[in-house]
């Protein structure tokens, strides 16, 4: 499990891709592996030990061009994502890198993708209401922030609509 490993690819099913690494050096479940692909960063995520020093992984983006024998470095660690005020209503990747051009996002904290719930203590309890922006849900039947809602209809009475306005709603009040 030491990062800089330097493994290979000895297999490529779609967006799964098999790599071997050298005796004892094998990523951690969850690690980021990186290598390139037609001058392009592929990431790829260690899923499972499956024997032989082989890792499966799965590739975050096209293995388009991707051939048995590529050389795959090992990061160390997780995929981590930008956390903050500075994160709040931009656009990212699953890698956390963003897509809206506004430029570096400036953040002081990056999590990892893969990390335990909240404890029930840390989790708020009050009820909020989300407020939708359409008044006749906000007053006859107002959403729960953070919870389900159903939206039951026959065929052509306008779920979707109301939908994409509540999507609209939230999305430029947010």
């Not at 499956?50 to 590529?70: D, K, S």
């Not at 389900?148 to 994409?164: D, F, L, R």
Request: glycine share 12%; aromatic share 4%; net charge negative.
């Amino acid at each position: 499990m030491a990062a800089g490993a330097t493994g290979k690819v000895v297999q490529v099913i779609g967006t799964v891709v098999d790599v071997e690494f050298p005796q004892d050096k094998l990523p951690a479940i969850f690690n980021a592996l990186e290598l390139t692909v037609a001058k392009e960063k592929l990431v790829l995520e260690v899923e499972q030990h499956i024997g032989n020093n082989w890792v499966r992984c799965l590739a975050l983006g096209p293995t388009e061009g991707l051939q048995r024998g590529a050389e795959v470095k090992d990061t160390g660690q997780a995929i981590a994502v930008p956390v903050g005020p500075g994160s709040l209503g931009r656009l990212f990747n699953v890698l956390g890198d963003p897509l809206d051009n506004l430029g570096a996002v400036k953040v002081s904290e990056h999590w990892p993708i893969h990390r335990p719930a909240p404890a029930y203590e840390e989790q708020e309890t009050t009820a909020q209401m989300l407020e939708t922006g359409i008044k006749v849900i906000d007053l006859i039947s107002p959403f729960a922030r953070g919870g389900k809602v159903g939206a039951y209809g026959g065929a052509g009475v306008g779920k979707t609509v109301v939908i994409q306005e509540l999507i609209r709603n939230i999305a430029t009040q947010h």
